[in-house]
């Protein structure tokens, strides 16, 4: 992430609050609510619950990053910091984007098949159905497409060079200004490696189906060998706990 998690944090609240408003108005005007919108009122209710609870939890979540991210520009529960010069941060950037552009490629590819595969195989059973199955494969590809050109620009964006900078926390990391934050529930510090000019941070996330990793790469220059050795030590710790 590399805005600051308190606008979304403070969007996600105005949300909460909004729909709460929207609740709470329906206890001395309930039935001139009722009149005006018949049963449709029973549909904008439920939204507006699934938007409160909704929007209070992102708003926990996104209250925890800008501590995370608050702790770490402080130098609380840090464990290596150090500075990555203009021309160095070049040098990585480069690699760095063609290993996460492979990766997400692959993956594209991979479930893409899977889509055509599953509903090429409905078609082929059930000619009828054949042009609705095929529509949704089409158009589900699309929008993968369309993700992963997305996700390409936020990626560039990510390694444009801003301050260059490298804090390690036993909670997140901020790196080039982007924060990634694995103290939080259903979170947690996957693994680390350290290799010359490189170091992986890995963490994973429950998703609705299962559970996500994400890998991060940071520039380790010459002069920050050490700090990061210790702090790629200190994560390893953290994660046999």
Not at 173 to 185: A, I, K, T
Request: hydrophobic letters at 60%; charged letters at 15%; aromatic letters at 10%.
């Amino acid at each position: 992430m590399l805005s600051d998690p308190k606008r979304w944090m403070w969007g996600a609240l105005g949300v909460a609050v909004l729909t709460g408003l929207w609740l709470l108005v329906q206890w001395p005007y309930g039935d001139e609510l009722f009149s005006a919108m018949s049963y449709g009122l029973y549909a904008a209710d439920l939204v507006a619950i699934l938007a409160l609870v909704a929007g209070a939890v992102v708003a926990l979540l996104f209250w925890r990053f800008a501590q995370v991210r608050a702790d770490l520009l402080a130098g609380r529960r840090v464990v290596g910091r150090w500075q990555v010069g203009a021309g160095d941060f070049a040098a990585f950037a480069g690699p760095a984007a063609a290993h996460e552009r492979d990766d997400k490629r692959g993956a594209l590819l991979l479930i893409a098949g899977f889509v055509v595969v599953i509903s090429g195989g409905f078609a082929l059973f059930d000619a009828e159905a054949a042009p609705i199955m095929l529509t949704v494969a089409a158009l589900v590809i699309v929008l993968m497409a369309l993700a992963y050109l997305l996700s390409g620009r936020v990626m560039r964006r990510h390694l444009a060079f801003r301050s260059g900078e490298v804090i390690v926390g036993r909670d997140g990391l901020l790196v080039n200004d982007v924060l990634h934050v694995w103290g939080v529930p259903l979170s947690w510090l996957a693994g680390v490696r350290l290799a010359p000019g490189v170091m992986t941070v890995s963490y994973a996330f429950v998703i609705r189906f299962g559970v996500q990793i994400v890998e991060v790469m940071l520039p380790v220059p010459p002069a920050a060998e050490t700090v990061a050795a210790a702090a790629a030590a200190a994560l390893a710790g953290i994660n046999r706990g």
